[in-house]
């Protein structure tokens, strides 16, 4: 399938739509042409872009690592944290433009969906800093250093079509070539527009009638218009020779047409398929051609057997034949009957270089002619039977074949399924925010930063609730879920831990700080008249309940929740209750991403498929801010 222009108009609008106020927490390299994005958003939940040289489209598959992507390194360094702040097209051109913006810096990610695709890392002046490709064509140049430079527009401008300029179109060629060159429509809207219209697509497009001009424009401008801004009727064909999504509902109704919910997710099929079977066949070619080979060295191991056993039995014939002329009452073996009989059996005695050698066929056997009958005889029988000794090395070297050959396709098929990929999993709300469950087995959820303590006192606070906070700088608020009835002591003090220790207070390893917390109704969304608060923070009146925390300890832990693992961070009881495996930390040591990888080593002792389901950024995104040295793991 190729991702076409007009296409391509709603696709930025939606995703960029969608996208809005995201930023990039993280990109993989699929293959050397695909790049996912895992956009973040404080408040929504995230969100994984493709952006391959095929098309763009938002996922909800992870797939597995394919082939390396050259662009990773730079992408990650250049792109990471930064803010999708635009998607833009010009036109109808299959190029799409991803803003970034970093601070004050501003990157654009190119991507061009024609030819073979490409993908471009430019700066704010359009220098190009990476890029898949180099191109070094008549019309322009892209490599790095250079600015970069769109190809030169061609055709109409579709978006804007009138009826003056889809005449000027007109010519002598048929009214089919016409719509689908001049307006650079693929061909699969070009016979549906046909089709509509009821014309023949070989009529010259000059000789088209006024009646069926207005009729073609009419047509066009509604196709157009339907796939570009909706609505869509979307769907999906997946057959040998097809691999297609389509916006919009063709007339042919093809019966093997899946109706899907949206356009973005019937491209997710397909070009997940298309990425997916590239993938087989780039990890079943090596196998493929190590298949071929045992295959062709086990048909000639065969072949072998089958001419070295009619070496055998012919040998072995004319060792018979002797015998024969022997009870016949011959004895030289130069009888000119025995010569002849031998013929029969295309056999002869001949010398080379003074050596007398008995030649069956293509076999040669020394002898002495001057030898009785039975002893050259036996001298054949001899070399019959070391010719059958033969054929056992042979099934030997076959049985060895053979079983490296059932191992390579085994080894074929597991590359193969090697290559998948995982529904990401819709996750909770608030898995977005610090959290945990209490050893009371009640939900924790705390803020990360300004923006997501907002979040959860304004979207999530609820009446039977506790609100914890610290009086120490960076302090989250967290939240203690639907305890009304009967305070659980043990909840309370877990959660006023992990409020301190998610603050300020595990960087300057501040130990002896309290924490406490109150109702929901003595927390104020508003300042006071006349007066202003900053983002994330909130008036507290009345009484607080002080809880004193007298040590900084977090564990890191993974559980299983029905069918899938997650992983969570909070005070260290709970989490080795609930937990698979854990590690607590405390404050000083090492980096974050070092600690993060020291755990994820431990953890993926206990299950292999820990590396598959959590990253290295996941375990970084669970650990308090700061550095952290690991005490104690289970």
Same mark, same amino acid.
């Given at each position: ?6 296409? =391509? ?20 390299? *699929?293959?050397?042409?695909? %790049? ?21 489209? *938002? ?6 690592? !394919? ?20 998607? @833009? ?20 990610? !190119?991507? @061009? ?21 180099? *191109? ?55 016979? @549906? *527009? ?6 023949? #697509? ?28 909706? #609505?869509?009727? #979307? ?62 060295? =086990? ?80 001298? %054949? ?36 399924? +090697? ?31 300004? $923006? ?36 659980? #002591?043990?909840? =309370? ?21 309290? $924490? ?18 900053? &983002? ?29 693992? %997650? ?12 937990? =698979? ?14 600690? +993060? &990888?020291? !755990?994820? +080593?431990?953890?993926? &002792? ?29």
């Amino acid at each position: 399938m190729t991702l076409a222009g007009i296409e =391509l108009v709603y696709l930025v609008k939606d995703i960029g739509e969608k996208t809005s106020g995201y930023y990039a927490s993280n990109i993989w390299g *699929i293959n050397r042409n695909s %790049l996912l994005f895992k956009l973040h958003h404080p408040t929504k939940p995230d969100i994984m872009l493709m952006v391959s040289s095929i098309g763009m489209w *938002i996922t909800d598959k992870k797939i597995e690592t !394919i082939e390396p992507n050259k662009m990773l390194r730079r992408l990650r360094s250049d792109l990471l944290r930064a803010k999708l702040t635009k998607i @833009e097209q010009i036109g109808t051109e299959r190029i799409a433009y991803f803003t970034f913006t970093n601070f004050e810096k501003e990157l654009t990610l !190119i991507v @061009e969906f024609f030819g073979d695709g490409n993908i471009i890392l430019c700066n704010e002046e359009r220098k190009i800093l990476a890029l898949l490709h180099s *191109i070094d064509v008549r019309h322009r140049q892209l490599r790095v250093g250079l600015e970069y430079t769109p190809p030169p527009e061609d055709g109409v401008d579709v978006l804007n079509l009138t009826k003056e300029s889809f005449r000027e179109l007109f010519s002598t060629s048929g009214i089919g070539k016409t719509i689908g060159r001049g307006l650079g429509l693929p061909k699969k809207y070009v016979e @549906e *527009i046909i089709r509509l219209s009821g014309i023949d #697509p070989k009529k010259p497009s000059n000789e088209v009638t006024n009646e069926e001009f207005e009729a073609l424009y009419e047509i066009i401008t509604s196709t157009l218009s339907k796939v570009t801004q909706g #609505p869509h009727d #979307p769907s999906v064909i997946i057959e040998d020779d097809v691999h297609d999504a389509y916006p919009i509902r063709f007339s042919d109704d093809n019966l093997n047409a899946k109706k899907v919910d949206s356009f973005n997710e019937g491209l997710d099929i397909v070009f997940t398929e298309e990425i997916l079977e590239k993938g087989k066949s780039l990890f079943s070619s090596p196998a493929d051609k190590k298949i071929e080979s045992l295959e062709k060295t =086990l048909s000639e191991q065969k072949n072998a057997i089958n001419v070295v056993l009619e070496k055998s039995k012919t040998i072995a014939e004319v060792a018979n034949l002797l015998f024969t002329m022997t009870s016949a009452g011959q004895h030289d073996i130069r009888n000119e009957m025995i010569t002849n009989s031998l013929k029969e059996k295309n056999a002869e005695i001949i010398s080379e270089k003074g050596v007398p050698y008995m030649k069956i066929n293509e076999s040669k056997i020394q002898i002495d002619p001057d030898s009785s009958l039975p002893t050259i005889a036996s001298k %054949l029988f001899d070399e019959s039977k070391k010719q059958k000794g033969a054929v056992k090395s042979i099934e030997k070297l076959m049985k060895k074949t053979e079983s490296k050959l059932e191992k390579t396709i085994e080894k074929g098929e597991i590359a193969k399924g +090697a290559v998948g990929f995982k529904e990401v999993r819709k996750k909770s709300w608030f898995e977005r925010y610090r959290w945990f469950y209490t050893s009371d087995e009640v939900l924790a959820v705390g803020g990360r930063d300004s $923006s997501s303590n907002s979040a959860i006192i304004r979207k999530y606070l609820e009446k039977n609730d506790k609100v914890f906070h610290a009086e120490v700088h960076g302090s989250p608020f967290f939240l203690l879920k639907g305890e009304d009835e009967e305070l659980l #002591p043990l909840s =309370l003090e877990e959660v006023a831990h992990a409020t301190v220790c998610f603050s300020r207070a595990w960087q300057i390893s501040a130990y002896g700080m309290s $924490s406490f917390w109150v109702n929901p109704d003595q927390v104020k969304k508003g300042a006071p008249t006349g007066q202003s608060m900053a &983002k994330g923070a909130f008036m507290i009146n009345g009484t607080r309940n002080f809880i004193k925390v007298s040590s900084l300890k977090l564990a890191v832990g993974i559980f299983k929740q029905d069918e899938d693992y %997650l992983l969570v961070c909070g005070p260290p009881e709970p989490i080795k209750k609930k937990c =698979l495996c854990y590690a607590v930390i405390e404050p000083g040591g090492s980096t974050m991403s070092d600690v +993060a &990888k020291k !755990i994820r +080593a431990e953890f993926d &002792k206990v299950n292999d498929n820990f590396k598959k389901i959590f990253l290295i950024d996941d375990y970084v995104r669970a650990l308090p801010t700061g550095s952290s040295k690991v005490t104690e793991t289970g």
